[in-house]
């Protein structure tokens, strides 16, 4: 399975099954998309701003769910599996995206249906996303691997904000390419840098613009 990010802006989301599982995946699509969860009964507090249905759907009556709502993504996540099974024929019938929330180790990507997919564990910081997946194979993997990612981006979201403002600037100067980009180099790579992004902003930028004089010269 190849990692994309996929916008989901005006797009629907429909998830059966209203467990954790269910309601994991509804409050993390919820921020973007438009969710509707199915399902007989509510086991959870927080489903985001997803729309619960209290409904129990029969294998038979799954298609007409994904027919009515016309959705980007099918999450299959109920204790029946004839149920999430029918739920992902559905969803290849008509072209949409399914996330199996029951399959895991037991199915490799080879065994997986056509528009299979797999939400990874996401660490973000600002516009900084790191996304870590073990192909459903161990979620306590994913975890501990998210848990020591989280403290090392700290302050990524604010670098991001701060070179791509200098490499704005940088191409209205008389630098090379290369240079420019050494210069961008320079500043990811500083420790200095990051260490003043924690304290400060205009620190940051302070430290920034020294880096860069250091790398490629003066104004030119």
Same mark, same amino acid.
């Given at each position: ?6 916008? $989901? ?6 998830? $059966?099954?209203? #467990? ?21 009964? $509510? ?32 999450? &299959?996540?109920?204790?029946? #599996? ?24 037991? &199915? ?31 979620? &306590? ?40 980009? &050494? ?33 490629? #010269?003066?104004?030119?």
């Amino acid at each position: 399975m190849i990692p994309l990010y996929h916008d $989901f802006t005006d797009e629907s989301v429909l998830v $059966f099954g209203g #467990g954790p599982v269910g309601a994991r995946k509804a409050r993390r699509f919820a921020a973007e998309a438009n969710v509707i969860v199915v399902s007989p009964k $509510f086991e959870e507090d927080d489903y985001g701003d997803a729309e619960c249905v209290r409904a129990e759907p029969t294998p038979d009556d799954v298609s007409d769910w994904v027919s009515r709502v016309k959705p980007a993504l099918v999450v &299959a996540a109920t204790p029946d #599996g004839a149920v999430n099974d029918a739920a992902e024929r559905a969803a290849q019938e008509m072209g949409a995206l399914v996330n199996r929330a029951d399959e895991s180790a037991a &199915a490799g990507d080879g065994d997986r249906a056509a528009k299979s997919v797999v939400v990874p564990a996401t660490i973000e910081d600002g516009d900084v996303r790191v996304a870590i997946s073990t192909g459903g194979a161990s979620p &306590a993997l994913a975890k501990y691997l998210r848990e020591q990612i989280e403290s090392e981006i700290e302050g990524a979201g604010t670098m991001a904000e701060l070179t791509g403002q200098l490499r704005q600037e940088l191409r209205e100067t008389d630098y090379t390419p290369d240079e420019r980009r &050494a210069a961008v180099r320079a500043v990811v790579q500083s420790p200095k840098v990051w260490k003043a992004l924690r304290t400060g902003e205009s620190k940051a930028r302070q430290e920034a613009d020294r880096v860069i004089r250091n790398t490629v #010269g003066g104004e030119r």
